[in-house]
């Protein structure tokens, strides 16, 4: 008779505890894995949202911007006109300071100039006064044919864009598992896509306010010059007339 191993029920016992540990450590790595991937996808969709919230932001002020260059551009233009003008008040000065020189010259004795056509004298035109120039210092954008759509809202990264990876999790794992840690994969690579795309529009919008910025402080140097000369040219026709009205 073969003798019996005392402690073979022992050694039994032992394995199958050894076995509910290994599964026990199984199952808690599972859970844990899928506990950080929802925690990725959901911070994935925060992240988004913040890239799609600057997207906006970005495109508002571009937009403010161009408004802004509209009003710039229109300041320069009715500049243009105040320059118009100044030029048709000094042909009528000078005519006036000639005409008036010509009435003056029979008083002291000096020999008669011809007689001009009988034409009636025009009225002796008013002091021009000092024009209201803007000083705002107007910072803006034109709209730029950069711009792109705006990506999707957050939140609909789920199930959208590449094919989703595989499952992320072990052998050990049921196929519902499975198919959760798939879905989280796939969200979180659908976001990053969208987050990359709404950081090339931010990079796009950026360029473009440049650009315009560049091109008003150009209108703005140009307005304050224009304006520097007008006054000046206001202040000799005022001079000017001045003097006509003393005779």
Do not use: C, W
Not at 10 to 21: K, M, N, Y
Not at 48 to 75: M, R
Not at 135 to 143: L, M, Y
Not at 175 to 199: L, N, P
């Amino acid at each position: 008779m073969s003798a019996k191993n005392p402690f073979a029920k022992h050694d039994s016992i032992r394995r199958g505890g050894a076995q509910e540990d290994r599964q026990d450590d199984l199952d808690s790595l599972i859970a844990e894995t899928l506990t950080v991937q929802e925690d990725s996808a959901r911070t994935t969709d925060r992240a988004l949202l913040a890239a799609q919230q600057a997207v906006q932001t970005g495109q508002q002020g571009l937009t403010q911007l161009s408004a802004q260059g509209e009003q710039l551009d229109a300041i320069n233009r009715r500049m243009g006109d105040v320059h118009a003008s100044i030029d048709q008040a000094k042909a009528k000065t000078d005519y006036l300071s000639k005409l008036t020189q010509s009435f003056l010259i029979p008083v002291f004795g000096s020999a008669p100039a011809a007689t001009p056509a009988t034409a009636p004298a025009p009225a002796a035109p008013a002091a021009v006064t000092s024009l209201a120039v803007p000083q705002n210092h107007i910072s803006s954008r034109r709209s730029s044919s950069l711009l792109r759509a705006q990506p999707g809202a957050a939140g609909s990264a789920s199930g959208t864009g590449a094919a989703a990876p595989g499952s992320r999790l072990v052998e050990g794992a049921s196929a519902e598992q499975h198919a959760q840690s798939m879905r989280y994969e796939a969200q979180i690579d659908s976001g990053v896509s969208q987050i990359s795309t709404a950081v090339s529009d931010l990079r796009g919008i950026a360029l473009s306010m440049n650009q315009e910025l560049d091109r008003q402080n150009d209108s703005i140097r140009r307005a304050q010059d224009q304006a520097a000369t007008a006054g000046e040219r206001v202040d000799n026709l005022n001079s000017k007339l001045g003097k006509i009205l003393k005779k």
